[in-house]
Each structure stands twice: as structure tokens, then as C-alpha cells.
């Protein structure tokens, strides 16, 4: 089963910026990053095709977030700017099981394998 370790996180001022990153200890198809809200279900965040860099978001970090990867490190990062205390939660880097960027798309994918979570807070 492959290992996913995060890196990053902190707390951050609002309109502030944080880079996560997430190794991968074997080459993946696709990577994504999830977070979790005290008392909430774990949502989805972003996801990336490793082989070409097509990148996917939810509508809450559209346009604020990117996600990015160095493919040949098996390693994908969280770029979140101007970001809100909204964006307060644990954040989890992960990759699904099979190979459809459509099953990712419509969430429909099996994310299989997590990293550890890193807390990410913004707050004044």
C-alpha cells in the first residue's frame, strides 16, 4: 500500500498564503488533498493527474488554491492564497484506487490511501 507524508501547514492571517506538499512513496495516477472541519465530514478539495497536470477543484477554493506536482518526486503540493478563516480544517493528502480522472471528476473515485493530516488555521 503505498505511503502518503505531508508536510506544511500552520497557522496563517487571513488573505495570508500556505503551501502544503505530500510525498508519495510510489508513483501515483492521480493525488488529491481533502480537508476536515471541526464536526464535519471530510470534503473534498483538489485533485491533479500526475502524468499531465490536469487539475480539478472544488467551487470553495476555485481561483484561491492550486495544486500542483512534481511527478518524477511522486510529490504533489497545495498552493492556498488569500485565504479565509473558512479554510480553517485538517488537511488530508490522498490517492484513489483505478485510474478514471472521469470517476474523480464526479466523485465518484475510491480515494483508498491517506496521508496523515496537517492542520491548517487562518485566524488574526
Known amino acids: 500500500q503505498v505511503q502518503l507524508v505531508q508536510s506544511g501547514g500552520g497557522l496563517v492571517q487571513p488573505g495570508g498564503s500556505l503551501r502544503l506538499a505530500c510525498v508519495a512513496s510510489?508513483?501515483?495516477?492521480?493525488m488529491g488533498w481533502f480537508r476536515q472541519i471541526e464536526g464535519k465530514e471530510r470534503a473534498f478539495v483538489a485533485a491533479?493527474?500526475?502524468?499531465?497536470?490536469?487539475?480539478y477543484y472544488d467551487d470553495s477554493v476555485r481561483g484561491r488554491f492550486t495544486i500542483s506536482r512534481e511527478d518524477v518526486k511522486n510529490t504533489v503540493y497545495l498552493q492556498m492564497d488569500r485565504m479565509k478563516p473558512e479554510d480553517t480544517a485538517v488537511y488530508y493528502c490522498?490517492?484513489?484506487?483505478?485510474?478514471?480522472?472521469?470517476?474523480?471528476?464526479?466523485?465518484?473515485?475510491?480515494?483508498?490511501?491517506w496521508g496523515q493530516g496537517t492542520r491548517v488555521t487562518v485566524s488574526s
Open positions: 490522498s490517492s484513489p484506487r483505478g485510474r478514471s480522472w472521469y470517476d474523480v471528476i464526479t466523485g465518484k473515485a475510491d480515494w483508498h490511501s
Open positions: 510510489v508513483g501515483q495516477y492521480t
Open positions: 491533479i493527474r500526475m502524468s499531465d497536470g490536469t487539475a
